[in-house]
């Protein structure tokens, strides 16, 4: 089982990576923020930038797959959503992509089944699931998150959907803004959260 990858994207797009390890391509399979993430490495450097993948192998009868995260929790909150009844590895992946991972931890652990089913391919059905099998599993995820991760986001969310934004993009763009400045109050994280959203 491949449990991590370090090498150069050579290969991207926000639905998978080809991942170089000293001459060898690995196809990984990615969620958005860790594409995002990617490509602000990539800004950074010239050519394939330099990653560190945490890898989920995923073994079929007709194909391994590789999915990738940038970050530990993110494959964290991966293996959960997989062990959810009727959730295979391609909606978990779509999941982690329709909502930063805090926002999804505390709408998990919050019981926000309505908040769940806004993200694309999750019907109110499989919100309600993920819910019922879940919230008591990822208090340890809730629990190490920043007191003003569990507060606040949700206003300025609801202020930039009143702005006209979509709500998916609205989330992304505050959960990125909260990890970068976990201590910004709601002006300053409604600032941010403009600026990033009017670059998209």
Do not use: C
Not at 22 to 38: A, H, I, K
Not at 77 to 90: Q, T
């Amino acid at each position: 089982m491949i449990g991590s990858l370090r090498g150069r994207a050579v290969e991207r797009d926000p639905e998978r990576l080809l991942i170089d390890v000293d001459g060898v391509g690995y196809e990984v399979l990615v969620p958005v923020s860790t594409y995002v993430e990617v490509e602000r490495r990539a800004g950074a450097e010239d050519g394939a930038p330099a990653v560190h993948l945490h890898v989920h192998t995923h073994v079929r009868e007709d194909a391994i797959l590789l999915f990738g995260f940038w970050t530990a929790r993110e494959k964290q909150l991966f293996l959960r959503l997989i062990a959810v009844s009727g959730i295979g590895p391609k909606l978990a992946r779509v999941v982690l992509s329709g909502m930063p991972p805090d926002d999804l931890v505390t709408a998990l652990a919050a019981g926000d089944s309505a908040r769940l089913a806004t993200i694309p391919g999750v019907g109110k059905k499989t919100a309600e699931r993920m819910v019922l099998e879940l919230r008591e599993k990822v208090g340890d995820l809730a629990a190490s998150l920043p007191a003003r991760a569990l507060e606040g986001g949700d206003e300025v969310v609801s202020a930039l959907v009143n702005l006209g934004y979509k709500r998916p993009q609205a989330e992304r763009a505050v959960g990125e803004v909260r990890r970068e400045l976990p201590d910004a109050d709601f002006p300053e994280l409604l600032r941010k959260s403009l600026a990033r959203l009017s670059r998209l």
